[in-house]
């Protein structure tokens, strides 16, 4: 399954994914996005998206571990995979039906959002 990470590019960017090629995602405080990290699986593809003034998805990663031991605290590392060459602005992705029940829309707050399979092929559309 997809998903798409949420992030301020002010506190962690893609730039800084692209520069350090892995990371920890953590940070993650909503009890329900804490519940969908802890589900992660290797492998399984990642959009980036970032909030604040851009609200755009930017790039792509991949989840390379997860350690859901303490399922209040599971620490997912994540791997650079490469920048979106056409970023989907908030706006367009509201305007797509496929969105209209997705917690992206309907949970603007929640920073990790299961993506179904064609909701992740029309983000990563060229």
Known sequence: MPYLLKTEP???SVDDLARDGETVWDGVTNPRAVQVLAGMKRGEMLVIYHTGTERRT??????VT????DPKKP????KFVRKTKTPRTLQEIKAQNEFARSPLVTQG????VPLSEKQYAWL???
Request: aromatic residues 4%; proline residues 0%.
């Open 10 to 12: 002010g506190t962690y």
């Open 58 to 63: 930017v790039g792509l990663a991949k989840v």
């Open 66 to 69: 997860v350690n859901a031991s």
């Open 75 to 78: 620490v997912v590392r994540v």
């Open 109 to 112: 707050r929640l920073s990790v």
């Open 124 to 126: 990563v559309a060229e």
